[in-house]
Protein backbone atom coordinates (compact mmCIF):
# COMPACT_ATOMS: atom_id res chain seq x y z
CA UNK A 1 0.00 0.00 0.00
CA UNK A 2 2.74 2.41 1.03
CA UNK A 3 4.21 1.82 -2.30
CA UNK A 4 1.27 2.65 -4.53
CA UNK A 5 -0.39 5.35 -2.37
CA UNK A 6 2.82 6.77 -0.35
CA UNK A 7 2.96 7.09 3.52
CA UNK A 8 0.00 8.81 4.41
CA UNK A 9 -2.00 5.65 3.12
CA UNK A 10 -3.46 5.06 6.49
CA UNK A 11 -5.69 7.94 5.85
CA UNK A 12 -5.98 8.35 2.60
CA UNK A 13 -9.72 9.23 2.05
CA UNK A 14 -9.85 6.25 -1.19
CA UNK A 15 -8.33 3.22 1.15
CA UNK A 16 -10.36 4.43 4.06
CA UNK A 17 -13.46 3.86 1.52
CA UNK A 18 -12.74 0.46 0.35
CA UNK A 19 -11.31 -0.71 4.05
CA UNK A 20 -14.62 0.96 5.19
CA UNK A 21 -16.58 -1.09 2.91
CA UNK A 22 -15.09 -4.43 3.56
CA UNK A 23 -15.82 -3.76 6.93
CA UNK A 24 -19.72 -2.64 6.22
CA UNK A 25 -19.60 -6.03 5.04
CA UNK A 26 -18.65 -8.04 7.74
CA UNK A 27 -21.00 -6.12 10.66
CA UNK A 28 -18.08 -4.13 11.60
CA UNK A 29 -17.66 0.04 12.85
CA UNK A 30 -16.19 1.89 10.02
CA UNK A 31 -12.62 3.21 10.81
CA UNK A 32 -12.53 6.22 13.16
CA UNK A 33 -15.61 5.81 14.92
CA UNK A 34 -16.10 5.48 18.35
CA UNK A 35 -16.01 2.25 20.01
CA UNK A 36 -19.04 2.81 21.78
CA UNK A 37 -21.44 3.46 18.71
CA UNK A 38 -22.92 0.38 16.88
CA UNK A 39 -21.52 -0.43 13.70
CA UNK A 40 -23.44 -1.08 10.85
CA UNK A 41 -26.41 -3.60 10.03
CA UNK A 42 -25.29 -6.50 8.58
CA UNK A 43 -26.61 -6.88 5.20
CA UNK A 44 -29.50 -9.10 4.58
CA UNK A 45 -27.22 -12.05 2.84
CA UNK A 46 -24.07 -13.10 4.40
CA UNK A 47 -20.90 -12.25 2.25
CA UNK A 48 -20.30 -14.45 -0.75
CA UNK A 49 -17.14 -15.93 0.80
CA UNK A 50 -19.28 -17.28 3.83
CA UNK A 51 -22.21 -18.29 1.13
CA UNK A 52 -19.41 -20.70 -0.68
CA UNK A 53 -17.42 -21.91 2.27
CA UNK A 54 -20.54 -22.52 4.45
CA UNK A 55 -19.12 -20.32 7.48
Known amino acids: MRSEV ?3 WETDPEV ?4 NATRRE ?3 P ?3 EREGRPGPEPA ?3 PL ?5 GR
Open 6 to 8: GEN
Open 16 to 19: LKGR
Open 26 to 28: HGL
Open 30 to 32: HLG
Open 44 to 46: ARP
Open 49 to 53: WRRVL
